[in-house]
């Protein structure tokens, strides 16, 4: 097999087995026979392995349902809390426990669990996806996975706060933001809580910016692979690392320390006005505060009003079903089922809150809020860039944002920053 990315949680559920009887007199009266048998049908689990915290309460919601309509199917679903999924999908291949459902974001981790996933090619909602919903997930013609659905990120604000310190017209470049935050900060709130513990905060949705602002980020990155681009030099990466003084000069306390939990918990009570996330975080923020009036806007990295007025837009993860699963055709069914069965998008659509990664149905903007509305009309009005972390070497970015942890903790000049990027670049892009 191929590398196998990189641990590990897990919440297996249990599995209960049906059977039916059979009954038949073995002397038949007046010289006929009746014998009455039922056919059990064989109960199965399928194993559900996936890394959205966010809709971990709602999941089982759907599993009770499901296997309600579905007699003698049992669904296992057990959620990795935090980054770690990969390592832990590299755990449960290891110990011979691979699941039957779980989740990859493709590109490049496609061709790192290609031999391990069922072509899905022939399935019915294949024909239903948006175009560019399918692009991570397609290799030589075939489709490996299902869009888990789409998402957007930039910088999450709250807009009481922004009022009540006299902001009343978003930022469009990055001296802008810079004079937003001051205000705020004068007005006696933080301007950004950033979640720095968290390596995907910088290695992923942070440098993402510089990359998908490129003019053609795909052929950068296969320059970055081949040698003939490089970071330093880069005008994009020197405004990026002007974007990341900001948001440290005005983040909280304790930068380095904050994980998940504590951004949204600080920024659902109000304690920062801004954050680096998604609209995926809006049930979370509800639930520490019902009430908070919160929306989505770009991420300005230098000046360039047209090109800093866009929003990062993708699928963020798939679901793909193990080749080697003895319940492929049942796994089939509950992904076919959860997108066509008007049970299944109601869940995906309302109880999920997710944006649908396909054409065949539309979120809910009731459900998907004030970020999920103003993702969704980034998208309607084609201000959008892609996620490109999944076309990174392996391990690519979890060692860059390693090095900007060292820059924001001061222990890397700006020069030393983007040297040592690209070392780290240079070093996986050779470990194929």
């Not at 199965?44 to 009770?64: C, D, M, P, R, Y």
């Not at 309607?380 to 090095?403: C, M």
């Amino acid at each position: 097999m191929k590398r196998i990315l990189t641990t590990a949680s897990a919440v297996l559920l249990l599995a209960s087995v049906t059977a039916g009887c059979a009954s038949g007199e073995q002397k038949p009266a007046q010289g006929t026979g009746a014998e009455n048998a039922s056919q059990a049908k064989k109960a199965v689990t399928i194993k559900i392995f996936q890394g959205k915290v966010e809709i971990s309460e709602a999941l089982n919601k759907l599993k009770e349902e499901y296997e309600k309509s579905h007699p003698g199917v049992k669904l296992d679903v057990e959620t990795v809390i935090g980054t770690d999924y990969n390592t832990a999908l590299k755990t449960k291949f290891a110990a011979g426990e691979m699941p039957d459902i779980f989740n990859n974001e493709g590109f490049r981790q496609l061709e790192v669990w290609q031999d391990q996933l069922e072509d899905l090619s022939d399935q019915p909602w294949v024909k239903d996806e948006y175009d560019f919903a399918k692009k991570p997930m397609v290799k030589d013609g075939k489709v490996y996975g299902m869009p888990v659905d789409i998402e957007g990120y930039g910088i999450v604000y709250n807009k009481d706060l922004f009022a009540k310190a006299g902001v009343t017209t978003l930022p469009k470049t990055l001296s802008e933001l810079e004079q937003v935050s001051k205000k705020l900060q004068d007005s006696g709130v933080t301007p950004f809580v950033n979640m720095f513990q968290v390596w995907s905060s910088l290695g992923r949705q942070f440098f993402n910016n510089p990359v998908a602002k490129q003019p053609d980020p795909d052929a950068f990155i296969k320059g970055l692979n081949d040698g003939s681009a490089k970071f330093p030099g880069n005008p994009l990466f020197a405004d990026a690392v002007n974007m990341l003084d900001v948001i440290v000069k005005y983040g909280n306390k304790n930068q380095m320390t904050t994980d998940y939990n504590n951004l949204i918990a600080t920024f659902g009570n109000g304690q920062a006005a801004m954050m680096q996330s998604g609209n995926w975080t809006l049930p979370l923020i509800q639930k520490v505060n019902p009430n908070i009036n919160v929306g989505l806007m770009p991420m300005p990295i230098n000046d360039d009003v047209a090109l800093n007025d866009k929003v990062f837009v993708d699928v963020p993860n798939n679901w793909v079903i193990s080749k080697d699963s003895k319940v492929k055709a049942e796994a089939k069914e509950f992904l076919n089922w959860l997108v066509t069965s008007d049970v299944g998008r109601n869940y995906i659509t309302k109880e999920f809150k997710f944006i649908p990664a396909f054409t065949s149905f539309e979120a809910d903007p009731v459900s998907v809020g004030s970020t999920g509305q103003d993702v969704m009309k980034y998208v309607k009005d084609n201000k959008v860039l892609g996620w490109h972390w999944p076309k990174y070497p392996d391990g690519a970015a979890q060692e860059i944002a390693s090095t900007l942890q060292k820059y924001v903790g001061n222990k890397l000049n700006r020069d030393q920053l983007l040297n040592e990027i690209q070392t780290v670049w240079e070093s996986k892009a050779k470990q194929k």
